[in-house]
């Protein structure tokens, strides 16, 4: 859109400067960059796969027949599952290593259940995890201790913690339709993206929330918050960005109702593309009709309890969250979070020194272009 309308910029009119088209961001694909970018940061590279408490080495106890793909091309579906996994695990593990610091006679999470403790005492206890095992400012600073003082691999864990957490606050954000929140994700993931190397996604993001609150009118901002998001369903917490209702349709159009062999040819999909809902519709009541909802494609929702028990296990018998002074890594993680803000602050000083070298030329030729004495015309 932008190449678009900076090269009709020598047009005549607005509408021929395609002034009237805005951008606005797909949050889904926005999704699908967050989940690439975890695994470029701790599954591509091949050193971060060897310590015991790498999340590779956690992949490997709930998908051991699809560590290959995992480490090679996962695809969005497939890492999301990976991260919301691995994710609960790890969690409920720092809520048991936090208890375990306590002066309770409790040995498990389910222990400390069973006393049916009060939302207070369950906020103080996230509170403290969050504080003691996800990553913050102080990192950084924490790396330059001496090496006998030094955790690597819960450093690592640490990072880890804090991205997974920023995928479900924002996925969070997504399917309850909160779009304030949503854009309170951007910058950290913009400063993330920045750091591993998306460019293009950190500068839209910016350059898209600047333009949001900064170039354009309260009413159209209003506008774009309102829609951006869509709930097919109408139910809660089923809200879903308008890329994926296209990626939806797109689906429909191509796999399902677009024919056949040579039967699937352009002039079909396009002729078949204004009927999809109808198709759909007649679908689902023909099911409805013939008691055919329980044999259809959609299936529950699996039963992980065994498969968390077993990586939870791995988990804790690695000690994955508890600080060991001395143990090295084989891959530090950096923070790309800071790395990003870094870049950034340095690209806007370049830009700021080559607009006063470029403000200091014309000076510059201004004056040379007024050296003269009094009378000549050539000055």
């Not at 992949?59 to 609960?88: D, L, N, W």
């Not at 508890?322 to 143990?327: A, G, H, N």
Request: proline share 4%; net charge neutral.
């Amino acid at each position: 859109v932008q190449s678009l309308q900076e090269s009709c910029t020598t047009e005549d009119t607005p509408w021929n400067w395609f002034q009237f088209v805005v951008f606005v961001m797909g949050l889904f694909h926005l999704k699908m960059a967050v989940a690439d970018a975890i695994w470029k940061i701790f599954i591509h590279p091949k050193q971060a796969r060897m310590d015991e408490t790498s999340l590779m080495k956690q992949v490997e106890q709930i998908r051991p027949k699809e560590t290959s793909k995992i480490a090679t091309k996962p695809g969005f579906c497939r890492m999301h599952q990976v991260i919301q996994y691995t994710g609960i695990a790890s969690q409920l593990d720092i809520l048991r290593e936090e208890i375990s610091k306590q002066r309770w006679p409790i040995n498990s999470l389910v222990e400390w259940a069973n006393t049916q403790p009060s939302w207070n005492k369950i906020w103080d206890l996230g509170v403290r995890a969050t504080k003691n095992y996800v990553a913050d400012s102080n990192l950084s600073a924490k790396q330059f201790d001496s090496p006998d003082q030094r955790d690597e691999e819960l450093e690592n864990t640490m990072l880890k913690e804090r991205y997974f957490l920023l995928y479900e606050e924002l996925t969070h954000a997504l399917n309850a339709g909160d779009i304030g929140q949503v854009e309170e994700c951007f910058l950290p993931w913009a400063f993330v993206f920045k750091g591993c190397g998306k460019h293009k996604y950190a500068t839209q993001m910016i350059k898209f929330l600047y333009d949001l609150y900064f170039v354009y009118p309260p009413c159209l901002r209003q506008a774009i918050q309102m829609n951006i998001l869509c709930n097919p369903t109408g139910k809660k917490y089923h809200f879903r960005p308008i890329d994926w209702w296209v990626e939806h349709n797109n689906l429909y159009i191509k796999r399902v109702y677009g024919g056949q062999f040579s039967n699937q040819t352009k002039v079909r999909i396009l002729k078949e593309t204004a009927l999809i809902e109808v198709w759909k519709n007649l679908r689902i009541n023909f099911e409805k009709m013939h008691v055919f909802n329980h044999k259809t494609f959609i299936q529950s929702l699996p039963k992980m309890k065994k498969t968390f028990d077993k990586l939870m296990e791995y988990i804790e018998t690695r000690r994955t969250h508890k600080f060991v002074p001395k143990r090295k890594s084989c891959h530090l993680i950096l923070n790309m979070m800071e790395e990003g803000m870094n870049q950034l602050m340095a690209d806007e000083a370049g830009v700021a020194r080559k607009a006063k070298k470029a403000e200091d030329d014309e000076w510059e030729d201004i004056e040379n272009e007024a050296e003269g004495e009094e009378g000549d015309l050539e000055a």
